[in-house]
């Protein structure tokens, strides 16, 4: 028996582009755009921002930091055998300086 990922009997759909400007970013998390209510296959995470960031899938705890931008990370779930369930979203804020320009963009597939 096979998982999701396996079994091939899903299809795969681009979720619209979210992003965050430095201005709005702040020391606590805030979602960026909205959750994702299906499983995520592939995720694009994408920082220009001037300071380093933290971000977060559930709105608390620190999963990922992103150093000073350019920088970047992918996280593949074809690589796991399984998406990252839906109900999440991801969650920003400064690591204790502002940055002072750039933007931070998410890009996704989720199953269908």
């Known amino acids: 028996m096979g998982n999701a990922l396996d079994d091939k009997q899903f299809s795969l759909e681009p979720q619209a582009e979210r992003r965050i400007n430095f201005a709005a970013l ?7 755009g909205t959750k ?15 300071e380093e960031i933290k971000l977060s899938l559930d709105g ?5 930091t992103l150093p000073q931008g ?24 400064h690591n204790g300086t502002p940055p ?13």
């Open 26 to 32: 702040t020391g606590n998390y805030q979602l960026v």
């Open 36 to 50: 994702f209510f299906n499983g995520i296959v592939t995720l694009y995470l994408y920082s220009s921002f001037d």
């Open 70 to 93: 350019p920088s970047a990370f992918v996280f593949d779930a074809k690589s796991n055998k399984a998406p990252l369930p839906g109900k999440y979203g991801v969650y920003v804020k």
């Open 100 to 112: 002072t320009t750039g933007n931070f963009y998410i890009s996704a597939m989720t199953v269908v």
């Open 60 to 64: 608390t705890t620190d999963w990922l």
